[in-house]
């Protein structure tokens, strides 16, 4: 454990770093502000005694800058202070330190107070250790963003949803049923997850949701749970991305594993939420938009992006787009308007 001592006066400092050396090894001593908040940054102590009243640079204002900083604001700090009025008192506790000890004090209630903090601060330590480290697993599993959903708004974990404009993105991997036909079940698992993290990647860059993995595809989700006011373009630009990066990530495949992605895009309204069981729900969306996006992935062929006309209306300030008629999917009786889109000039 490191202790850092911070008193303008020398002697108080020696006298504490005695006092703690009965039972702590790691002193380190600082004589005003700024001496102290560059050891807390290269040596990030476990405690810090501060004194309040110091030149230049107060206790109240090394406490605050230490506590407002997301990178040292778990350290602990007891203010050590001649100042024992309710007042001054309040203000440190309100800056964020954890404890208040005034000048004169005895050792022994020095070191039951160090004690105390120190043990506490373990606890929280392996406490947020073990947050962590299930929050880190937990998303391997769930989308980051669903996770975070979840952990800041603990009322949303029950059943149902609510209708909301949604971008739905499909891709999926072309020929890769015949791949599994003639390819070692463990290395195409390898080939797949391959694709899988490059689709992840950068799906994430643009701040989109997977909601699952289909087989070789996968489906994701803009403006859901954070709302995006450019959802729309943020669904056309992961599928643009995936296809540019595509050339580079096929040099690390061999090249029978060197597979297309189609995609299939839509906006509107679904219905957006947790379906499934009690003890058991998924985050996702439902409804017509979502129905569309994932027949427009299957008529898709060549490594084609195919979005809804109103896809492209949103998006055609930036890319290039051909329309591809009327077309009627599964499922839906009217047929759909379909352009392909792509950032270079389009083929017949």
Same mark, same amino acid.
């Given at each position: 454990?490191?202790?850092?001592?911070?008193?303008? +006066?020398?002697?108080?400092?020696?006298?504490?770093?005695?006092?703690?050396?009965m039972?702590?090894?790691?002193?380190?001593?600082?004589?005003?502000?700024? /001496?102290?908040?560059?050891?807390?940054?290269?040596?990030?102590?476990?405690l810090?005694?501060?004194?309040? +009243?110091?030149?230049?640079?107060?206790?109240?204002?090394?406490? =605050?800058?230490?506590?407002?900083?997301?990178? /040292?604001q778990?350290?602990?700090?007891?203010m050590?202070?001649?100042?024992?009025?309710?007042?001054?008192?309040?203000?440190?506790?309100?800056?964020?330190?954890?404890?208040?000890?005034?000048?004169?004090?005895?050792?022994?209630?020095?070191?039951?107070r160090?004690?105390?903090?120190?043990?506490?601060?373990q606890?929280?330590?392996?406490?947020?250790?073990?947050?962590?480290?299930?929050?880190?697993?937990?998303?391997?599993?769930?989308?980051?963003?669903?996770? @975070?959903?979840?952990?800041?708004?603990p =009322?949303?974990?029950k059943?149902?949803?609510?209708?909301?404009p949604?971008?739905?993105?499909?891709?999926?991997?072309?020929?890769?049923?015949?791949?599994s036909?003639r390819?070692?079940?463990?290395?195409?698992?390898?080939?797949?997850?391959?694709?899988?993290?490059l689709?992840?990647?950068?799906i994430?860059?643009?701040?989109?949701?997977?909601?699952?993995?289909?087989?070789?595809?996968?489906?994701?989700?803009?403006n859901?749970?954070?709302?995006?006011?450019?959802?729309?373009?943020?669904?056309?630009k992961?599928?643009?991305?995936?296809?540019?990066?595509?050339?580079?990530?096929?040099?690390?495949l =061999?090249?029978?594993?060197?597979?297309?992605?189609?995609?299939g895009?839509?906006?509107g309204?679904?219905?957006?939420?947790?379906v499934?069981?009690?003890?058991?729900? +998924?985050? /996702?969306?439902?409804?017509?938009?979502?129905?569309?996006?994932?027949?427009? @992935?299957?008529?898709?062929?060549?490594?084609?992006?195919?979005?809804?006309?109103?896809?492209?209306?949103?998006?055609e300030?930036?890319?290039?787009g051909k329309?591809?008629?009327?077309?009627?999917?599964?499922?839906?009786?009217?047929?759909?308007?379909?352009?392909?889109?792509?950032?270079?000039?389009?083929?017949?």
């Amino acid at each position: 454990m490191k202790i850092l001592v911070v008193d303008d +006066n020398r002697e108080n400092i020696e006298l504490m770093a005695d006092i703690l050396s009965m039972n702590y090894q790691s002193i380190l001593k600082a004589s005003d502000g700024n /001496t102290a908040l560059r050891l807390v940054s290269d040596e990030h102590p476990d405690l810090i005694l501060l004194d309040v +009243n110091m030149p230049i640079m107060t206790g109240f204002d090394v406490c =605050e800058q230490i506590k407002s900083n997301p990178e /040292t604001q778990d350290i602990s700090i007891i203010m050590v202070t001649a100042l024992g009025d309710v007042e001054s008192r309040v203000k440190g506790l309100s800056l964020g330190a954890d404890d208040y000890l005034v000048k004169p004090y005895s050792a022994k209630e020095l070191l039951a107070r160090v004690k105390r903090r120190l043990s506490t601060k373990q606890r929280e330590d392996e406490l947020r250790s073990q947050t962590a480290h299930t929050r880190a697993t937990f998303e391997r599993f769930v989308s980051p963003q669903v996770v @975070q959903r979840l952990l800041t708004s603990p =009322e949303s974990v029950k059943l149902g949803g609510q209708l909301q404009p949604v971008a739905v993105l499909f891709a999926d991997l072309e020929g890769f049923t015949s791949l599994s036909e003639r390819e070692h079940p463990e290395t195409l698992l390898q080939v797949l997850n391959a694709y899988h993290a490059l689709f992840g990647k950068i799906i994430g860059l643009y701040g989109g949701t997977i909601d699952k993995f289909v087989g070789d595809g996968v489906m994701a989700l803009y403006n859901t749970p954070h709302s995006q006011s450019d959802y729309i373009a943020r669904a056309v630009k992961s599928a643009l991305h995936i296809q540019d990066e595509l050339y580079w990530f096929h040099q690390r495949l =061999e090249p029978e594993h060197r597979l297309l992605v189609n995609f299939g895009i839509s906006q509107g309204q679904a219905v957006v939420g947790n379906v499934g069981m009690l003890n058991q729900m +998924n985050f /996702t969306a439902v409804g017509d938009t979502v129905n569309v996006a994932a027949r427009l @992935q299957d008529l898709a062929t060549r490594g084609q992006i195919l979005v809804t006309e109103s896809v492209y209306a949103a998006t055609e300030e930036f890319v290039i787009g051909k329309p591809r008629g009327s077309l009627t999917v599964k499922g839906r009786r009217e047929p759909i308007s379909v352009v392909q889109i792509s950032n270079s000039p389009i083929e017949d």
